[in-house]
Protein backbone atom coordinates (compact mmCIF):
# COMPACT_ATOMS: atom_id res chain seq x y z
CA UNK A 1 0.00 0.00 0.00
CA UNK A 2 0.94 3.81 -0.04
CA UNK A 3 1.84 4.07 -3.38
CA UNK A 4 2.86 7.41 -5.10
CA UNK A 5 2.51 7.27 -9.07
CA UNK A 6 4.66 9.57 -10.75
CA UNK A 7 3.97 10.50 -14.30
CA UNK A 8 5.95 10.54 -16.94
CA UNK A 9 8.82 8.68 -16.29
CA UNK A 10 10.89 10.46 -18.76
CA UNK A 11 10.68 13.30 -21.31
CA UNK A 12 12.13 15.19 -23.45
CA UNK A 13 11.54 19.12 -24.21
CA UNK A 14 12.29 21.48 -26.44
CA UNK A 15 14.02 24.79 -24.40
CA UNK A 16 11.44 27.80 -24.02
CA UNK A 17 8.44 25.12 -23.18
CA UNK A 18 6.72 23.70 -20.41
CA UNK A 19 6.36 20.15 -19.06
CA UNK A 20 4.09 19.31 -16.37
CA UNK A 21 5.00 16.59 -13.95
CA UNK A 22 2.07 14.38 -12.40
CA UNK A 23 2.14 12.37 -9.14
CA UNK A 24 -1.05 11.02 -7.41
CA UNK A 25 -1.26 8.91 -4.41
CA UNK A 26 -2.91 5.56 -5.62
CA UNK A 27 -4.16 4.14 -1.48
CA UNK A 28 -3.85 7.15 0.45
CA UNK A 29 -4.82 10.82 0.90
CA UNK A 30 -1.85 12.87 0.23
CA UNK A 31 -2.26 16.16 2.29
CA UNK A 32 1.62 17.30 1.44
CA UNK A 33 3.33 16.21 -1.26
CA UNK A 34 7.37 16.93 -1.35
CA UNK A 35 9.23 18.06 -4.74
CA UNK A 36 12.55 17.23 -4.83
CA UNK A 37 15.26 17.42 -7.38
CA UNK A 38 18.63 15.45 -8.09
CA UNK A 39 21.30 16.22 -10.23
CA UNK A 40 23.55 12.72 -11.42
CA UNK A 41 25.84 11.23 -8.47
CA UNK A 42 24.26 14.02 -6.22
CA UNK A 43 21.44 14.28 -3.18
CA UNK A 44 18.00 14.91 -2.87
CA UNK A 45 17.18 18.87 -2.66
CA UNK A 46 13.90 19.65 -1.47
CA UNK A 47 12.25 22.05 -3.38
CA UNK A 48 8.81 22.93 -2.71
CA UNK A 49 6.17 21.44 0.02
CA UNK A 50 2.86 21.48 -1.38
CA UNK A 51 -0.46 21.12 0.62
CA UNK A 52 -3.62 20.55 -0.56
CA UNK A 53 -5.90 23.40 -1.25
CA UNK A 54 -2.76 26.30 -0.40
CA UNK A 55 0.11 27.35 -2.18
CA UNK A 56 3.15 25.15 -1.76
CA UNK A 57 6.17 26.29 0.39
CA UNK A 58 8.89 26.87 -1.69
CA UNK A 59 12.39 25.82 -0.53
CA UNK A 60 15.51 29.23 -0.65
CA UNK A 61 16.64 29.68 -4.29
CA UNK A 62 14.04 27.98 -5.65
CA UNK A 63 12.07 30.24 -8.72
CA UNK A 64 8.72 30.00 -7.95
CA UNK A 65 7.07 31.15 -10.95
CA UNK A 66 9.09 28.86 -12.57
CA UNK A 67 8.68 26.01 -11.03
CA UNK A 68 5.26 25.88 -10.74
CA UNK A 69 3.12 23.48 -7.68
CA UNK A 70 -0.51 22.96 -7.67
CA UNK A 71 -2.08 20.38 -4.94
CA UNK A 72 -5.20 20.59 -5.99
CA UNK A 73 -6.89 17.28 -4.72
CA UNK A 74 -5.80 14.75 -2.06
CA UNK A 75 -4.50 12.04 -4.38
CA UNK A 76 -2.50 14.76 -7.37
CA UNK A 77 0.13 17.10 -6.74
CA UNK A 78 1.70 18.62 -10.09
CA UNK A 79 4.94 19.97 -10.79
CA UNK A 80 4.81 22.54 -14.00
CA UNK A 81 8.25 23.51 -15.60
CA UNK A 82 7.93 26.43 -16.94
CA UNK A 83 9.98 27.87 -20.17
CA UNK A 84 11.92 25.42 -19.48
CA UNK A 85 15.64 25.89 -20.39
CA UNK A 86 18.77 22.98 -20.83
CA UNK A 87 20.24 23.57 -16.92
CA UNK A 88 16.40 22.78 -15.97
CA UNK A 89 17.22 19.11 -17.21
CA UNK A 90 17.53 16.84 -13.76
CA UNK A 91 15.77 13.99 -12.47
CA UNK A 92 12.77 15.19 -9.92
CA UNK A 93 10.92 13.09 -7.40
CA UNK A 94 7.93 13.04 -5.62
CA UNK A 95 7.38 11.78 -2.24
CA UNK A 96 4.33 11.94 0.65
CA UNK A 97 4.68 11.47 4.37
CA UNK A 98 2.49 8.23 5.43
CA UNK A 99 1.69 5.88 7.84
CA UNK A 100 1.85 2.33 7.12
CA UNK A 101 2.98 -0.30 9.97
CA UNK A 102 5.28 2.78 10.95
CA UNK A 103 5.78 5.94 9.88
CA UNK A 104 7.67 6.99 6.94
CA UNK A 105 7.41 8.12 3.68
CA UNK A 106 6.75 6.93 0.07
CA UNK A 107 8.17 8.18 -3.29
CA UNK A 108 7.44 8.29 -6.89
CA UNK A 109 9.57 6.96 -9.45
CA UNK A 110 10.73 10.26 -10.50
CA UNK A 111 10.79 11.63 -13.79
CA UNK A 112 14.21 12.17 -15.57
CA UNK A 113 13.85 15.92 -17.73
CA UNK A 114 16.03 16.68 -20.93
CA UNK A 115 15.76 20.20 -22.07
CA UNK A 116 17.30 20.37 -25.48
CA UNK B 1 18.83 23.32 11.09
CA UNK B 2 19.89 20.14 10.79
CA UNK B 3 22.50 18.30 9.07
CA UNK B 4 23.26 14.79 7.81
CA UNK B 5 27.35 13.77 6.70
CA UNK B 6 28.19 10.73 4.64
CA UNK B 7 32.16 11.00 4.45
CA UNK B 8 32.24 7.82 1.78
CA UNK B 9 31.44 9.13 -1.62
CA UNK B 10 32.32 5.74 -2.93
CA UNK B 11 32.63 2.38 -1.26
CA UNK B 12 33.41 -1.32 -2.30
CA UNK B 13 32.70 -4.62 -0.88
CA UNK B 14 32.89 -8.14 -1.73
CA UNK B 15 29.92 -10.08 -2.17
CA UNK B 16 28.86 -12.42 0.76
CA UNK B 17 31.04 -9.84 2.95
CA UNK B 18 28.99 -6.72 5.40
CA UNK B 19 29.74 -3.60 4.78
CA UNK B 20 29.29 -0.46 6.81
CA UNK B 21 28.28 3.11 5.60
CA UNK B 22 28.43 5.72 7.87
CA UNK B 23 26.03 8.23 8.55
CA UNK B 24 26.55 11.29 11.56
CA UNK B 25 23.62 13.77 12.37
CA UNK B 26 23.17 17.10 14.13
CA UNK B 27 19.86 18.66 15.41
CA UNK B 28 19.25 20.36 18.43
CA UNK B 29 15.90 18.84 18.12
CA UNK B 30 15.01 16.29 21.25
CA UNK B 31 13.53 13.55 18.98
CA UNK B 32 13.83 13.12 15.59
CA UNK B 33 13.76 9.94 13.05
CA UNK B 34 16.59 8.35 11.28
CA UNK B 35 15.74 6.51 7.41
CA UNK B 36 18.32 5.09 5.64
CA UNK B 37 17.25 4.82 1.61
CA UNK B 38 18.42 3.25 -1.20
CA UNK B 39 18.65 4.23 -4.86
CA UNK B 40 19.25 2.17 -7.65
CA UNK B 41 20.61 3.35 -10.82
CA UNK B 42 16.55 3.20 -12.06
CA UNK B 43 16.26 6.18 -9.83
CA UNK B 44 13.41 4.92 -7.33
CA UNK B 45 14.23 5.30 -3.60
CA UNK B 46 13.82 2.49 -1.63
CA UNK B 47 13.01 2.53 2.02
CA UNK B 48 15.60 0.30 4.07
CA UNK B 49 15.23 1.13 7.98
CA UNK B 50 14.14 3.51 10.25
CA UNK B 51 15.61 4.37 13.37
CA UNK B 52 13.71 6.82 16.23
CA UNK B 53 15.60 8.70 18.30
CA UNK B 54 13.90 7.04 21.32
CA UNK B 55 14.22 3.99 20.79
CA UNK B 56 15.90 1.61 23.01
CA UNK B 57 17.28 -0.92 20.40
CA UNK B 58 19.09 -0.63 16.92
CA UNK B 59 16.78 -1.50 14.21
CA UNK B 60 17.09 -4.39 11.91
CA UNK B 61 15.05 -5.13 8.72
CA UNK B 62 16.55 -8.59 6.97
CA UNK B 63 19.95 -8.13 6.19
CA UNK B 64 20.16 -4.31 7.10
CA UNK B 65 21.00 -2.97 10.80
CA UNK B 66 21.53 0.23 11.73
CA UNK B 67 24.49 1.04 14.45
CA UNK B 68 22.99 4.03 16.45
CA UNK B 69 25.28 5.81 18.47
CA UNK B 70 22.78 8.93 20.02
CA UNK B 71 26.01 10.08 22.15
CA UNK B 72 28.12 10.08 19.16
CA UNK B 73 25.19 11.47 16.89
CA UNK B 74 25.58 8.35 14.27
CA UNK B 75 23.70 6.10 12.79
CA UNK B 76 26.15 3.89 10.60
CA UNK B 77 23.81 1.43 8.67
CA UNK B 78 25.26 -2.34 8.23
CA UNK B 79 24.60 -4.59 5.65
CA UNK B 80 25.40 -8.15 5.88
CA UNK B 81 26.09 -10.63 3.51
CA UNK B 82 26.29 -8.04 0.73
CA UNK B 83 25.02 -9.27 -2.96
CA UNK B 84 25.50 -8.19 -6.12
CA UNK B 85 21.81 -6.07 -6.42
CA UNK B 86 23.04 -3.65 -2.98
CA UNK B 87 25.30 -1.94 -6.24
CA UNK B 88 23.40 1.27 -5.33
CA UNK B 89 23.19 4.83 -4.06
CA UNK B 90 22.85 4.48 -0.66
CA UNK B 91 21.38 8.18 1.30
CA UNK B 92 21.17 8.52 4.98
CA UNK B 93 18.03 11.17 6.12
CA UNK B 94 16.92 12.47 9.18
CA UNK B 95 13.11 14.27 10.29
CA UNK B 96 13.68 16.91 13.02
CA UNK B 97 10.43 17.37 15.02
CA UNK B 98 10.91 21.17 14.33
CA UNK B 99 11.54 20.63 10.36
CA UNK B 100 7.25 19.31 10.30
CA UNK B 101 7.63 16.49 7.80
CA UNK B 102 11.03 17.69 5.83
CA UNK B 103 13.52 15.16 5.10
CA UNK B 104 16.99 16.47 5.61
CA UNK B 105 19.77 14.08 3.28
CA UNK B 106 22.84 13.51 3.43
CA UNK B 107 25.08 13.34 0.36
CA UNK B 108 24.92 9.73 -0.31
CA UNK B 109 27.17 6.63 -0.74
CA UNK B 110 27.67 4.76 -3.76
CA UNK B 111 28.55 1.09 -3.37
CA UNK B 112 30.04 -1.51 -5.22
CA UNK B 113 29.79 -5.18 -4.66
CA UNK B 114 32.36 -6.97 -6.85
CA UNK B 115 31.87 -10.93 -7.51
Known amino acids: GAVVSQHPSWVICKSGTSVKIECRSL??????MFWYRQFPKQSLMLMAT?????????EQGVEKDKFLINHASLTLSTLTVTSAHPEDSSFYIC????????????FGSGTRLTVV | AQKITQTQPGMFVQEKEAVTLDCTYD???????LFWYKQPSSGEMIFLIY??????QNATEGRYSLNFQKARKSANLVISASQLGDSAMYFC????????????FGEGTQLTVNP
Open chain 2, 51 to 56: QGSYDQ
Open chain 1, 50 to 58: SNEGSKATY
Open chain 1, 27 to 32: DFQATT
Open chain 2, 93 to 104: AMRGETSGSRLT
Open chain 1, 95 to 106: SARVWVERDGYT
Open chain 2, 27 to 33: TSDPSYG
